[in-house]
């Protein structure tokens, strides 16, 4: 049966009863690896997250797990830091965490490609092997055009010279953190979602002692010796909450995601392809493995752009889907539209201030730890593969604080479902589920079973299981439609409109398993649509075109 332990109801009740060594506010990718950290050092650890686990920043990446080769040439300490971690990923989560070749054409408009460029990205390809990236198992190799163009046989072949591959790894981001809150939960970690920091506690010498929370409408407090805020681009908020002031030590970047039908692209790997005129890249991945070699999907993105408007929902504008597709159609000479265009997703990265000026694209990706005079521990900035880096660094700071030794455990430590995993043939129906559960996947096929019903698609054209909606309410803290639709499967990423079409249907199937009567059954629906109804309409309105892009 499916693990009973990682239970709402279960997690509110420890928070109102328990004391904490350590109190994390935030359930990205951040807060959920210093949980993990905190619980393994022996640390009595709890998290809370105001909306879902992975709502905000870390289900809406380019769900990649690399390097970034782009930063190799100013910041090579930073890329090596980040392919050590990715190996690290790949074993402690084989299951989540696939090896994955990128492609970078070398294109001319004349033919012929000059030897200097050649010469000088073979030469970036050597020092990206060697900072790091031959941990793979895999070196670089340069290819011809016509085994280039083999792999993604849209491109202009007239403008294509030659190419380059090498390895990097891709992971469902939302499935990670998810994935990690569990492995912390089942190491003692109280973690709840949809419960809210309403205030920081302080004692009678001014530390931070806890806090003040709501949770279904109730609010009480929660006893910490020491407050993590992992809080993304909210950090500031919360340490205004402790500070009296709103430190505006973020800089949000939005990056923006396109999703198409693979066949307008029918790229096998991924490609980096550049922006007409900017002097940057987008990833082109593809996405859902077919039995044939083909795929299901290709995205594109991201975009990295200064932005100034809500932190909660940023959209994507029909100028960030104008900038994509002009990249993308530089590249393929298939002509993909808007009208083509079948899921969007925009993420905010919280980038650390460097100064007034300057692009984001330029700003570091290094992470940076405050310590208020009241003893509030802020982690901010980093990256998707640097978490479990940032979550050392952190909780290194908390155990200081608490005055005990304790020492990082997490660098050999394999995330729930990776013990006895064993990788199934790319696009199987088993390597789908494998691919989500590792070596859980049986739970969610003895719920089919079970009932043959729960057998069939939750969306259909998508490989999702209606059991795997059942599984995500029973053993994942799905507790909303969209946490189904959009998190703990990525239905609505991939195909919005079939995922509307679908919605009422996903709602029936929750609303025994969540004890939602008709009223509140409709109000899901009503809700979800909603949000898809506004993705919908920001795609179709201009905003203020995106002035750079990074890879």
């Known amino acids: 049966m499916p693990d009973t332990t990682f239970q709402r109801d279960l997690m509110v009740r420890r928070l109102e009863q328990e004391s904490f060594d350590v109190l994390i506010v935030g359930g990205g990718i951040t807060g959920a690896g210093a949980a993990l950290d905190a619980t393994t050092r022996g640390l009595r650890t709890a998290l809370i997250e105001r909306d879902d686990l992975a709502s905000g920043t870390s289900s809406k990446s380019s769900k990649l797990v690399h390097g970034g080769l782009r930063y190799l040439k100013d910041d090579p300490r930073l890329v090596y830091e980040a392919l050590r971690e990715r190996q690290r990923l790949r074993k402690n989560a084989p299951h989540l965490v696939q090896v994955m070749p990128f492609m970078i054409p070398i294109l001319t408009k004349d033919g012929v490609v000059s030897r200097k460029i050649a010469r000088a990205m073979g030469s970036l390809m050597w020092m990206y092997d060697l900072t790091g990236g031959w941990r793979i198992g895999k070196f670089h190799k340069r290819l011809r055009a016509p085994a280039a163009l083999a792999h993604m046989p849209t491109m202009h072949e007239q403008r294509l010279a030659s190419a380059y591959l090498y390895y990097d790894a891709a992971a469902d981001d939302a499935r990670l953190v998810l994935t990690i809150a569990r492995t912390a939960a089942a190491h003692g970690a109280a973690v709840a979602n949809r419960c809210t920091l309403v205030q920081l506690t302080k004692g009678a010498d001014g530390v931070v002692d806890g806090a003040i929370v709501e949770a279904d409408g109730r609010r009480f407090p929660v006893r910490a010796k020491v407050v993590v805020n992992a809080a993304g681009v909210w950090a500031d908020d919360v340490r205004a909450l402790d500070e009296g002031t709103h430190p505006d030590s973020i800089r949000p970047a939005k990056g923006v995601h396109v999703t198409v039908p693979w066949e307008k692209v029918r790229n096998d790997i991924a490609v980096v392809i550049p922006v007409p005129k900017d002097k940057r890249s987008l990833f082109v991945v593809p996405w859902g493995a077919l039995p044939d070699g083909t795929f299901e999907h290709t995205y594109v993105g991201t975009t990295d752009t200064d932005y100034d408007g809500p932190l909660t929902d940023p959209q994507c504008t029909k100028d960030d889907i104008d900038y994509v597709l002009r990249a993308l159609n530089a590249s393929v000479s298939t002509g993909v539209t808007a009208a ?78 990776a013990k006895g995993f064993r990788a199934q043939p790319a696009g199987s129906a088993a390597a789908h589920l494998d691919g989500r559960y590792g070596a859980l996947a049986g739970e969610v096929q003895r719920l089919v079973a079970t009932d043959a019903h729960l057998g069939r698609p939750l969306v259909p054209g998508l490989p999702y299981l209606r059991a795997e909606a059942v599984y995500a309410v029973r053993a994942e803290m799905a507790i909303t439609l969209d946490d189904v639709l959009t998190r703990r499967t990525r239905a609505r990423l991939l195909d919005r409109a079939a995922t509307v079409a679908a919605a ?48």
């Open 340 to 417: 083509d265009i079948t899921g969007v997703w925009a993420g905010l990265r919280p980038l650390v201030k460097a100064g007034a000026s300057g692009r984001t694209a330029d700003l570091s990706r290094h992470h940076s730890l405050h310590i208020s005079p009241d003893g509030l521990v802020s982690i901010t900035g980093g990256k998707l593969t640097t978490y479990r880096e940032m979550a050392h660094d952190t909780i290194d700071a908390v155990v200081v604080r608490l005055g005990v030794k304790a020492r990082c455990r997490t660098r050999n430590l394999p995330l729930l479902g």
């Open 504 to 551: 009422p249907a996903v709602a029936a199937l929750l609303a025994p398993e969540l004890g939602w009567d008709a009223a509140e059954t409709q109000r899901q629906i009503t809700h979800f649509l909603a949000l898809c109804a506004a993705e919908d309409a920001a795609a179709h309105t201009s905003h203020v075109a995106p002035a750079e892009a990074a890879t």
